[in-house]
């Protein structure tokens, strides 16, 4: 079977830093590309980052340029969403997606198996 688990996700002051992991089972991540999506009440599930099958490139939403970065770690079969300089905007539900079609997209029809998400909230 499988499956994409996030985890990482809580409550953090504007400013701080949190580190998403998203593992998985049943397939080896490095052959997919991966994005990382976000949703807050009430929005559309908006991708922000993204990186194509073994590492070639990356793509970066401007909302979280600068802040944010993807890295894989392939030893664990699993590729972490490092984000740095949090604002409360940034509140939201965080879904890691793997995409047969190895390019490095911010569309969600890229991906093909979805995590559960994990809740992201930016708050004093």
């Known amino acids: 079977q499988l499956q994409l688990v996030e985890s990482g996700g809580g409550l953090v002051q504007p400013g701080g830093s949190l580190r998403l992991s998203c593992a998985a089972s049943?397939?080896?991540?490095?052959?997919?590309?991966i994005g990382w999506f976000r949703q807050a009440p009430g929005k559309e599930r908006e991708g922000i980052l993204c990186?194509?099958?073994?590492?070639?490139?990356?793509k970066v939403a401007d909302s979280v340029k600068g802040r944010f970065t993807i890295s894989r770690d392939n030893s664990k079969n699993t590729v972490h969403l490092q984000m740095n300089s949090l604002k409360p905007e940034d509140t939201a539900v965080y879904y890691c997606a793997a995409g047969r079609a190895t390019s490095c997209l911010l569309y969600k029809w890229n991906y093909n198996y979805w995590g559960q998400g994990t809740q992201v909230t930016v708050s004093s």
């Open positions: 049943g397939f080896t991540l490095d052959y997919y590309a």
């Open positions: 990186i194509s099958s073994h590492s070639d490139t990356t």
